[in-house]
């Protein structure tokens, strides 16, 4: 890196966009060294990504797995946070654009991650929400809600069984714990709640385009992991792709599925941020960065987490976009920033795989730990435990802790509130799917009380 | 009332209208009755409104203190649950008309409760929002915290402290905790977490029409929370209105007081609907009922909680707004409902007066029980045991517990995430006030890094 620009009269300007696991230890990594911080990001909270999906399906509140990146850092004198959405970066000036001002630095980390790519069908993401931060999954809880509710009050067969069919896109971590959790809200969590439907013939359908599940784990677990689900009751098809997608049915190849609810865990891209570096990018929008996580030409600015392509230095293969990695890319360039003001040079970046996994419903899982695999209820204490511990805030490690206990032994979903919508348009979510048939008779004797 | 309608065919239909207090204790009055129940509500939640406030300042998860109404009433196997608004009554027809369709009812309980009342002046809404159901609660976490992060950003003295000024409408029970837990916030929670605002410097201002706090408690109490507030720090403003409102300004008296942030806890009326029963209501908009709560010419009506106007039949005092009096008006229908059926009636309603309470803060509450005042530390330890014990479900109580002796030691709030709106939103918010001053040069230099 150039240390030509940065003033001998100045502390280092150091900002870092995005507060995600890459970003946050990032800063965290910078906490003795003599330079002056900025994080930027464009939510007040740091999320634990990896149990989103709970709050999903509603077995946890957001507060339980999101905090203030401001009270994260608090006591870490030498970072200023702010609550900002970056518009571009110019490179030449150094300077980071925001809709008030600019910023300017001496050295930029981006962590700005990854976001849902509809592999440019725009229009699916509005029927198809997918799970990137509490927002999304407050909006996932309040429409597979909302689907159960609409059920109960719908007089027609056909238009219910639309209302109870649950599509999830994409056979990876996400997709397989989203469609685990759903199926077990509709067979164990919720069927004595209802009166007029049985929450028990909700179809849980998980498409994937491979042949297999959990491409980023070793085959023998996808295959675990697919056995785990088809038990449980979920229909997996592999080998399909969803062809297209309308409001209330989605086409998988030449099938034509009516389905109300779609959830999208398939394709990810990196965010948009990364096109106004012109540099590089590969197919999925990341950043191919040199073995130093720097982008090439721009030694003082480098990529870290989802939004980073690069390869491990030995093996060759590529980095995956796990939080591990993150954490690692994160760190290891806080050491970078501190070797380089100290003129000094590290060796380039490698990633140290400390395992993969993915929890199947309640008490199952599938793991891989260095090299060894892991199924069942004891990959799914391990699956605890890891997922856990690094939880920042005693609150929540207890928190969360607590939550699982109570809904492993009660089999409750304590979080199972609609919020966010208005009535009116509750009701026209609720009666836009067959709104005529209803108010032909009295539903009073067609379903409500039949 | 007249049971010439109740066919002998068909068990008698029990519509009850609102899953509050007393809707919800209504229907558990009935577990045991040869009824047939359908219980409606637009939100899929009972909500624990005394603990709201809570909610509204970050120390509460929406799931601590809201339950879904179905999963409470699951085991009562002669109650359905619609999650459904109400358009209006046809009294004459004995209906239930929602946008679906009509439902009949032989008896018919009304519970919907009370909203805000801005006093005609409806514009007023938008700009401070009053606080009744999650959504509420969510949105001014949202603002307060926004506020601070505008704070944080804004270059300019007077527009920062317009920023950090927040004025609370309203001197009863919500207004009071109100404003000692914004107090509590900017003086306690949050000063480590910013770097370049004092949030100790916030105003917090709570404008009281009347020339005291508290009216509903005895008047030692109210001076005695005055003094508390004052201490804290709360700027308490008594025979005070506020005559005017306009985006970042409050007019109170003739005095025009810049202020992004207002939080309305002065008015309430009754819910609408009552105004489709076309009998007389109060200046409130709540129903003139007999002394066994029906509605006069109709004895198949009841109406019940925030939405009745009902004097004490011994005392002639009347029934106060609270959560006590609709819990025994619930009962005291359900026990009505059953007598009639067994060709019997009951004595008028009487409340029972257990006790009026608000809490101040942290460890500070006032109390007027059985004719005895408290207040200080141990009003509060009274204020908490009286207010866990009432929620429903194992796993609230005991959270909320947990959360409350966590914020106690740790003076932190941890639900303090800003959620329900896009970035585009946010920015445009911190942008408003100030947008031009703080574009003309580097904010790096004026604020951020000042």
């Not at 027609?156 to 397989?176: I, M, S, Y």
Request: proline letters at 4%; hydrophobic letters at 45%; charged letters at 20%.
């Amino acid at each position: 890196m150039d240390t030509a620009h940065v003033s001998s009269q100045k502390k280092p300007h150091v900002v870092i966009i995005g507060g995600g696991f890459a970003g946050l230890h990032c800063a965290r990594g910078l906490a003795d060294a003599d330079v002056k911080i900025t994080l930027a990001d464009q939510h007040n909270y740091y999320l634990f990504q990896p149990l989103l999906y709970q709050v999903a399906t509603a077995a946890l509140s957001p507060a339980d797995i999101a905090a203030p990146i401001r009270n994260i850092l608090r006591k870490q004198q030498n970072v200023s946070v702010i609550l900002a959405r970056v518009i571009s970066i110019d490179v030449k000036n150094k300077l980071v654009k925001f809709q008030h001002g600019d910023l300017a630095y001496d050295y930029l980390v981006l962590a700005t991650g990854a976001t849902h790519s509809y592999f440019g069908r725009d229009t699916w993401e509005q029927l198809a929400p997918g799970l990137k931060t509490v927002d999304d999954a407050l909006e996932i809880r309040r429409r597979v809600l909302l689907a159960y509710e609409a059920a109960e009050w719908e007089a027609d067969n056909q238009a219910r069984q639309a209302e109870l069919t649950f599509v999830v896109v994409g056979g990876g971590p996400t997709g397989v714990e989203m469609s685990g959790a759903l199926q077990e809200i509709a067979a164990k969590t919720i069927p004595k709640d209802f009166r007029h439907i049985d929450t028990t013939t909700a179809r849980i359908i998980l498409v994937e385009a491979a042949d297999r599940l959990l491409m980023a784990l070793p085959k023998e677990l996808g295959e675990q992991a697919l056995r785990d689900l088809q038990k449980m009751g979920v229909q997996v098809r592999l080998n399909c792709r969803v062809t297209e997608m309308r409001e209330g049915e989605v086409q998988i190849g030449d099938e034509i599925l009516p389905a109300k609810n779609v959830i999208w865990a398939a394709g990810v891209r990196g965010s948009k941020l990364a096109e106004t570096l012109n540099v590089e990018l590969d197919r999925q929008g990341r950043v191919l960065v040199e073995d130093d996580l720097s982008v090439p030409g721009h030694a003082e600015i480098m990529v870290i987490g989802d939004l980073s392509h690069v390869s491990n230095s030995k093996t060759g293969k590529p980095v995956p976009g796990v939080a591990p990695a993150a954490i690692q890319m994160g760190r290891y360039v806080a050491a970078s920033i501190c070797s380089h003001l100290a003129g000094k040079k590290q060796p380039a970046f490698e990633y140290h795989d400390k395992g993969t996994m993915a929890t199947i419903g309640r008490n199952r899982a599938v793991a891989a730990i260095a090299g060894r695999h892991f199924s069942g209820f004891f990959a799914w204490l391990i699956w605890s435990l890891v997922h856990i511990f690094p939880l920042i805030g005693f609150r929540s490690k207890l928190s969360v802790i607590f939550a699982w206990v109570l809904s492993y032994f009660s089999l409750n979903k304590s979080a199972r509130l609609i919020t966010g919508q208005s009535t009116t348009q509750i009701t026209k979510a609720m009666s836009s799917g067959n709104r005529e048939t209803t108010m032909e008779k009295d539903p009073a004797e067609k379903n409500i009380h039949a």
